[in-house]
């Protein structure tokens, strides 16, 4: 049995009342550690990028190729909006979807943000070998991640909570550390007695 076997077949010790949703950079680990935690909560887990390909039968890449950022952007807030409608999830977010307003409140109206704090070295070495970023697709990545962590920062700070990633951390160690800071949360994560 491999270790997310494990987990789905290990009775949750929490109740999720509220939709999760990791926001942060690219490469902070949403998909990961979203995957990790809904199996170890037990509620399904979403990617909001995923979704909105699936509708638009085409990648992030592509339709930002063909339709443009605003357009994307537009199509982003109505699948978070619909999604926080559902049923408690843990929801993973594109790295630019909580900088909207729009998003950030229809977030704390029926969910709770999670921040995956990364440094910018940490997220570098985990960007610097895929070419699936269209905003990174610029003679000098490396600055471009810079210069959108230099602005993301600062908004990504209104989460509700926040959860420092570490080079060392594992995925679970990292799961843990998000378990840890919705813990003071009873309201969104219920222990189960």
Known sequence: MDHLESLQTAQPAHH??????LVGMMGSGKTAI??????KLGVPYVDSD??????ANAT???IFARSGEPFFRNREAEVIARLLQSDPCVLSTGGGAYLADRNREAISRHGVAVWLDADLDLLWERVRHKDTRPLLRTPDPRKTLGDIFKERAPIYRLADLRAEAKPE???D???TEVLRVLASRPDVLEPVT
Request: charged share 20%; aromatic share 4%; net charge negative.
């Open 16 to 21: 999720l009342r509220a939709t999760v949703v």
């Open 34 to 39: 979203g995957r990790t935690l809904a199996l």
């Open 50 to 55: 995923a979704e909105i390909e699936a509708a």
């Open 60 to 62: 992030i890449a592509e």
């Open 169 to 171: 951390f594992s995925i």
């Open 173 to 175: 160690d990292m799961t």
